[in-house]
């Protein structure tokens, strides 16, 4: 699977929008980006998927660049419950299974 | 809002018991996964079912591991004889069609403790 590369950690104000990034270089043709979040003792929760275009759901956006080497979700409002690890994973149309990397921990201060 | 349901949601086992861990996707799902996460570490893939068969299994899910969908509500892991290194989060997920093209709902999670 084709490697993501996401920071380690970040930190963002209550109410403030939140940019959490992604690079992705070696991504192919057929790669769908996914993101996932895990709140604290929890499973991971589905947040957003996209090909080629941004995308928009009522959880967050999701925007890819045109040569799709990186991409950015991002949360237009952060709350106190968006604090978690987000973790950005690569997919091609066939598999049958996430890899999950590290992933950003998002704290979100008050 | 339909969910994956799992229990038990903590297990503590001796080392070299069979543990048996249950799940119940969502309904109309077609799709079964379980993945598992050591304390500390990252979400780890182990083995996906489709149509009443493994489609895709890692390393990790080696003879000790087995799954099984007994009727048509139920999935279960068991693990033959427990290590210690088997203590884990062990989440179980579903998805309505491939993988690439939809999400994938987890569980909230069993923690299995081997002693």
């Known amino acids: 699977d084709a490697k993501t590369t996401q920071p380690n950690s970040m930190e963002s104000n209550e109410e403030e929008p939140v940019h959490l990034p992604c690079n992705h270089s070696t991504i192919s043709g057929t790669d769908y980006i996914h993101w996932y979040r895990q709140l604290p003792s929890q499973g991971p929760e589905y947040v957003i998927h996209g090909l080629t275009s941004n995308v928009n759901n009522r959880m967050a956006s999701l925007a890819i660049a045109e040569d799709r080497k990186s991409s950015t979700l991002i949360l237009h409002r952060a709350t106190l419950r968006d604090a978690a690890v987000y973790y950005c994973i690569l997919k091609k149309g066939s598999a049958r299974q996430l890899t999950f990397g590290s992933g950003t921990q998002l704290t979100v201060l008050p | 809002e339909p969910e994956v349901t799992q229990t038990p949601s903590h297990q503590v086992t001796q080392m070299g018991q069979e543990v048996i861990l249950r799940c119940v996707p969502i309904s109309n799902h077609l799709y079964f996964y379980w993945y598992r996460q050591i304390l500390g570490q990252k979400v780890e893939f182990l083995v996906s079912?489709?149509?009443?068969?493994?489609?895709?299994k890692s390393e990790i899910f080696d003879d000790q591991f087995s799954v099984e969908r007994p009727d048509g509500s139920n999935f279960t892991l068991k693990i033959r004889s427990t290590k210690l290194e088997d203590s884990a989060m062990y989440f179980c997920a579903s998805s309505e069609v491939g993988l690439a093209m939809g999400e994938l709902f987890f569980g909230e999670g069993s923690r299995l403790t081997v002693l």
């Open positions: 079912f489709y149509n009443n068969e493994i489609s895709e």
